[in-house]
């Protein structure tokens, strides 16, 4: 077993989870099975795999009930904490249960020593509990590996998406200086605001914040294209408060200005629409396409790597999928309104 353990994690948590909780139902059911089905008994076998499954499975959903309703204190405890919890929370509904079923199917089947009923009840639970710890600790360890795998993936991937436009903003900002210092001024605090973004590796921030931290970017570019960039935005009167991974927008929006902006003499129209749903939130983003330009090496990779920094964070329930028609190049990105934070 670990011995160490993550804040803010639950040790029991898969069991909250509906195939957790089949899981455990299973269980129950075969251990009820093979005690009903035990040789040396004189009761009919089928009433007292009744009994059993109902007795353990009881049990196991109550104790479990427990556990559910103080899971937000128990995250905050360590793995020793929680594992004593998780057995003192089965050994009190066990004796409460064996309690319950003395009184109840006393007459159905023969309990001849109430005591030994109750403590031969309490080590079959604690056996199954050791053997549920057991297994949680190898899945909780096998969890924390997945997602120190799929942080530094995380990173190594938001490390590619940093901007690209440094460069060419610091040489915008040094030719403001000379005729309007105050845009100067202000292209130098938004290239600030852009460059933090990119140290939050990983991290989330509330959707007004990206929309704002995109809408920066766009003000840095318009001072470098000037008229040729045209940005159309379709926002909801009123943005939901969730919150989504850094810089997820702004790359999307620095991709279609490099390739529908740059290459275009006369400039282009740049379409950002956002639609909420109850289950999601949908960004449909559209530049003209420019063939020579798109078909140049290297382009979609920023695409690519947005695409899988999304799937490990919201572990494959987001979608970022890109067509192209009537010449327009349209990158869709959906996103769940409940977050996947790694742990």
């Known amino acids: 077993m670990s011995k160490s353990m993550q804040p803010n994690a639950l040790l029991f948590g898969p069991l909250f989870t509906e195939r ?4 455990t139902l299973v269980v129950g059911q075969v251990i009820a099975t093979i005690i009903a089905f035990a040789p040396a008994t004189s009761q009919d076998t089928w009433v007292r795999l009744g009994i059993i499954s109902l007795f353990i499975q009881l049990t196991f959903l109550f104790s479990l009930s427990g556990l559910y309703i103080f899971r937000h204190q128990l995250k905050k405890h360590s793995q020793l904490i929680q594992t004593i919890c998780l057995f003192t929370s089965l050994f009190i509904t066990t004796t409460l249960m064996s309690f319950l079923a003395i009184g109840l199917i006393e007459n159905m089947t023969e309990i001849s020593k109430p005591w030994s009923f109750i403590f031969n009840n309490l080590l079959i639970v604690f056996l ?11 899945y909780f360890e096998k969890q924390l590996q997945t997602q ?5 993936e995380l990173d190594a991937l938001q490390a590619r998406i940093r901007p690209h436009f440094l460069y060419n903003s610091l040489n915008t900002a040094a030719e403001l200086t000379h005729c309007d210092p105050e845009a100067a001024e202000q292209a130098i605090l938004a290239l600030a605001a852009l460059s933090q973004a990119a140290l939050k590796v990983g991290e989330a921030v509330a959707l007004e914040d990206e929309i704002a931290l995109t809408k920066q970017y766009v003000s840095l570019e318009s001072w470098r294209f000037g008229d040729r960039l045209k940005m159309n935005w379709q926002l909801p009167d009123s943005l939901p408060q969730i919150s989504i991974p850094c810089l997820t927008l702004q790359p999307i929006v620095e991709n279609a200005i490099c390739h529908g902006v740059e290459p275009s003499p006369e400039g282009a129209n740049i379409n950002i629409q956002l639609n909420v749903s109850k289950q999601s939130l949908t960004f449909l983003i559209e530049n003209p396409v420019h063939i020579l330009k798109f078909n ?3 382009n979609g990779m920023a695409l690519d790597n947005i695409r899988q920094r999304l799937n490990l964070y919201y572990q494959g329930r987001a979608s970022l999928n890109i067509n192209i028609r009537d010449a327009t ?3 869709k990105l959906v996103l769940p ?3 996947v934070r790694l742990a």
């Open 20 to 23: 957790g909780l089949l899981a």
């Open 128 to 138: 199954v509990a050791c053997l549920f710890v057991q297994f949680l600790a190898i």
């Open 148 to 152: 120190a795998l799929a942080r530094a």
């Open 296 to 298: 140049r090496a290297g």
């Open 329 to 331: 190049f349209r990158v």
């Open 337 to 339: 309104l409940q977050s």
